[in-house]
């Protein structure tokens, strides 16, 4: 019988951390791992990608669509270097994930060879929670369960550098012995209870306010209920970070939707008015968002010690799990008997939606977008689990869909990158086999890697208990996001070389490739390419030719800004007609007599 490995190993150990799945392309430098894949039978499975940054998105989209940890793995040099991209999203996003990198033999390491990269340099800021290289097979253990340990602990991505020579070594474990460090396996998350004091001091400010805004973000997730009683009892609404998005429904009536560049109007007045704010598990960034600094009294609820305090001069910093805090807040908590500031924010609540129902049905050329995603809206199953890339495609995601319970979402929220629609898709239908997952992707991200990740959906999606991957595309040759922000924040007309994108045709590629495939080019298609693709045997790319000239109008754009906006177009701008027709169209449909208010 031939002895262990160093990279046999490394899988069993893979196996005793639960891990089912690792999201990895191949090279030569983790051949030694490659050949103990083939002895242990693809376990865990090596899930194939087109290029290893979707391996890292797959792997970020796994783990924020489950309690687990993500693992992506990548060859030495390139193959290390290509892993970036999706590493920084997981640590931006306060994401578990673990990396492992091959590197070449440690006989060559310093002598400038093939492929070689300082990976301890170049990943000491990516996963500066923990990198390390295994060097002797002693160390692997260790290594290996502390990346899992911190990555789990800190919310972040880690990394295992191991050299080709290493993966081939006789493993032997760590001796009973001076200068060997053993480990072992397992993690349970503690329950951080917040201090009795401190609930004290936040349960006096909450009290004492008379028009109280909550800002939930995804470390409120699980805590629905809690935060639920805590808004019925402060007479709050709440108003929701973007990757909080699918922390409460969106069919409660106090719930103002996402908040910022691309948030409500109900979320910019609330916190506009608002005297009293309460921050849970959200480090949501723009400060000009919130209330002004002498305008209100605030209390934040954060589990990360090192995080709190942040964004806003709070008064009551509460380091704790958000639902224990919230109990422990609760009876501490006086009803408001006042309710006529949470019956406003109910009111704007409900006229918003009636907005965004009148906007969705502008007349565009030839669909609006914002028509596609609320044709969505009322078809998404229950249990849909929803990417949308960055661009456009996320003004929607956060505007126009209205997420009920138990469905989730995200997206790249802080790095904010191109291009993880399609693999965090591909890792939630690995994750969730037998939920539907919809991807909502621009045609930039598309043409820049996801109709090539369409290639890893192919050779996958017969494994998976639910067939149903649906891409939804926004069809409309142009880098739309970016186009929008020159006209809006450099006054600067479009720039065709830069922001016009060649013309493809997204379903005739899905088609080819044996998946379904649809063409939406009118508006009343929209109602039935849904319904095709959602009872469809397969997955399926809904190709929806958009109209680029629909503006991604901030809630906050007054009716003088928009008009400033316009001026600044008709110096030029090739589409300049097309906007100001239809934009003028969508702005004012916030205007007009609604039957709410």
């Known amino acids: 019988m031939s002895s262990q ?28 791992i490659l050949a103990a894949w ?88 990516v996963a500066s929670d ?61 329950a951080v209870d917040p201090d009795a004091d401190a609930v004290s001091r936040a349960a006096d400010v909450l009290n004492a306010g008379t028009k109280v805004a909550m800002l939930v973000g995804q470390g409120a997730r699980g805590a629905h209920e809690e935060v639920a009683q805590v808004a019925d009892l402060l007479g709050a609404g709440a108003a929701k970070a973007l990757l909080g998005k699918d922390v409460l429904s969106d069919e409660l009536p106090w719930v103002t939707g996402a908040i910022g560049l691309l948030g409500t109007r109900p979320s910019y007045e609330m916190m506009r008015d608002c005297d009293t704010l309460l921050t849970v598990g959200s480090s949501f960034p723009y400060t000009q968002f919130l209330p002004g600094f002498e305008q209100a009294r605030a209390v934040q609820i954060d589990i990360d010690g090192s995080m709190i305090g942040m964004r806003y001069p709070y008064e009551v910093n509460v380091v704790a799990d958000a639902k224990s805090a919230l109990r422990a807040l609760i009876p501490n908590l006086r009803r408001k008997e006042d309710r006529t500031w949470r019956e406003k924010i109910e009111s704007d609540v409900a006229r918003w939606w009636e907005t965004m129902d009148k906007q969705a049905e502008v007349d565009a050329d030839p669909i609006n ?7 969505a809206s009322t078809r998404l199953p229950d249990d849909a689990i929803v990417t949308a890339d960055s661009g456009s495609a996320a003004n929607w995601y956060a505007r126009q869909l209205k997420f009920r319970p138990g469905m989730r979402g995200s997206l790249s929220g802080t790095l904010a990158t191109m291009g993880p629609g399609v693999p965090y898709g591909i890792g939630a239908k690995f994750a969730h086999p037998g939920r539907p997952v919809i991807v909502f992707a621009g045609d930039g991200a598309m043409q820049m890697n996801g109709l090539a990740e369409l290639i890893t959906v192919k050779r996958y999606w017969q494994q998976w208990d639910d067939p149903r991957l649906i891409v939804a ?28 994108l060649p013309d493809v045709d997204y379903a005739a590629f899905a088609a080819g490739l044996g998946l379904g495939g649809v063409t939406v080019t009118a508006p009343d298609e929209l109602a039935g390419a849904w319904e095709t693709a959602l009872s469809a045997d397969r997955p399926t790319l809904l190709d929806v030719h958009t109209d680029p000239d629909m ?13 400033s906006t316009t001026a600044a177009v008709l110096q030029g701008d090739e589409d300049a007609w097309g906007f100001v027709t239809t934009g003028l169209a969508t702005k004012v449909q916030e205007f007009l007599p609604h039957k709410n208010g």
Not at 136 to 142: F, I, M, T, Y
Not at 551 to 563: L, M, N, Y
């Open 551 to 563: 503006p991604p109008i901030p809630p906050h754009a007054t009716w003088d800004q928009f008009k």
């Open 5 to 32: 490995k160093v990279s046999d190993y490394l899988l069993e150990r893979l196996r005793a951390w639960g891990v089912k799945h690792v999201f990895a392309y191949a090279g030569d430098g983790i051949n030694g």
């Open 369 to 375: 977008p914002l028509r596609m995603f609320a044709e």
């Open 38 to 125: 083939g002895r242990a039978d693809d376990d865990p499975q090596f899930v194939q990608s087109r290029h290893e940054e979707m391996s890292a998105f797959e792997a970020v989209g796994y783990a924020k669509f489950t309690d687990r940890v993500g693992v992506c793995m990548a060859t030495s040099g390139p193959g290390a270097i290509h892993l970036l991209n999706g590493l920084y999203d997981a640590k931006l996003d306060h994401v578990p994930v673990v990396a492992i990198v091959g590197q070449t033999n440690r006989s060559a390491m310093g002598g400038s060879y093939q492929q070689e990269v300082d990976l301890l340099s170049l990943y000491k800021d």
């Open 473 to 500: 595309v926004l069809h409309n040759n142009d880098l739309n996001q970016v186009t929008w922000e020159m006209r809006a924040m450099g006054g600067a007309p479009k720039f065709v070389e830069s922001q016009t």
């Open 130 to 190: 923990y990198v390390q290289m295994v060097t002797v097979p002693e160390q692997l253990p260790n290594v290996l369960d502390r990346a899992f340990r911190v990555a789990l602990t800190r919310r972040a991505p880690t990394a295992l550098i191991i050299p080709a020579d290493v993966q081939e070594l006789d493993y032997s474990p760590p001796a009973h012995a001076f200068k060997m460090v053993p480990s072992s396996v397992g993690f349970d998350r503690p």
